[in-house]
């Protein structure tokens, strides 16, 4: 079983820059990955993901602002989050899919202030 470790999460004003991290007790150069967030009283809401074969996508409202990355040589996922905005504010979490399965980790907290 894969366990998925986030970190990096914070309180920031707007405007501000983060960098989230998640690692993974196995290698994961072959799964799909993915950043979701779940605000207060919202369903979770998917991010930004990296296919196995590497290819990135993120949300639209995170265009431009939000850059996803994957360094297999350390197990670990990256979101690189700038210019933050009070509607980005929520738990991150971590999702990794090797083959048909699916790992979470247990999110780091993100919050905006304007």
């Known amino acids: 079983q894969v366990q998925l470790v986030e970190s990096g999460g914070g309180s920031v004003q707007a405007g501000g820059s983060l960098t989230l991290s998640c690692h993974a007790s196995?290698?994961?150069?072959?799964?799909?990955m993915s950043w979701h967030r779940q605000s207060p009283g919202k369903a979770r809401w998917w991010v930004a993901g990296?296919?196995?074969?590497?290819?990135?996508n993120v949300a639209s409202s995170v265009k431009g602002r939000f850059t996803i990355t994957r360094d297999a040589s350390k197990n670990a996922l990256y979101l690189q989050m700038n210019n933050l905005k009070p509607e980005d504010t929520g738990v991150y979490y971590c999702?990794?899919?090797?083959?048909?399965?699916?790992?979470w980790g247990n999110g780091t907290q993100v919050t905006v202030s304007s």
């Open positions: 999702r990794a899919q090797p083959g048909s399965q699916e790992y």
């Open positions: 196995e290698d994961i150069s072959a799964s799909a």
């Open positions: 990296v296919t196995h074969g590497g290819t990135t």
